[in-house]
């Protein structure tokens, strides 16, 4: 049984900064490439970030580029997401999610392409 639990979460003034945590358990966590995401109310899941299983390559939407910051840490079974000079469009609950592995190539920025996701927690940015 795969679990993600995400935490980290909370209020945080615009300009300040804020690191979210996913901790997988039940599968070989340095298998799988791992991802963020993001819903606001209204509005669909949208890509974030997301990172390879070696944390070689990483990439990240144009709204959060050179802002955020993922990385991973395969000794602890945890990805973070480092939400520097966050504003308020960037509130929503944040999911983080995994890949299974396999041969053939998937897209690393739609949900549709990820087989595991967290609970999701809160991030709410004050003006």
């Known amino acids: 049984q795969v679990q993600l639990v995400e935490s980290g979460g909370g209020l945080v003034q615009a300009g300040g900064s804020l690191r979210l945590s996913c901790a997988m358990s039940g599968r070989t966590f340095s298998m799988h490439d791992m991802a963020w995401f993001r819903q606001a109310p209204g509005k669909e899941r949208e890509f974030v970030a997301s990172?390879?299983?070696?944390?070689?390559?990483?990439y990240y939407a144009d709204s959060v580029k050179g802002r955020f910051a993922i990385s991973r840490d395969n000794a602890k079974n945890t990805v973070y997401l480092q939400m520097n000079s966050p504003k308020p469009e960037d509130t929503a609950v944040y999911y983080c999610?995994?890949?299974?592995?396999?041969?053939?190539?998937?897209?690393?920025?739609?949900?549709?392409?990820?087989?595991?996701w967290g609970q999701g927690t809160q991030v709410t940015v004050s003006s």
């Open positions: 990172i390879r299983r070696s944390g070689g390559s990483t």
């Open positions: 999610a995994a890949q299974k592995p396999t041969f053939y190539s998937r897209s690393y920025d739609r949900p549709v392409d990820y087989d595991y």
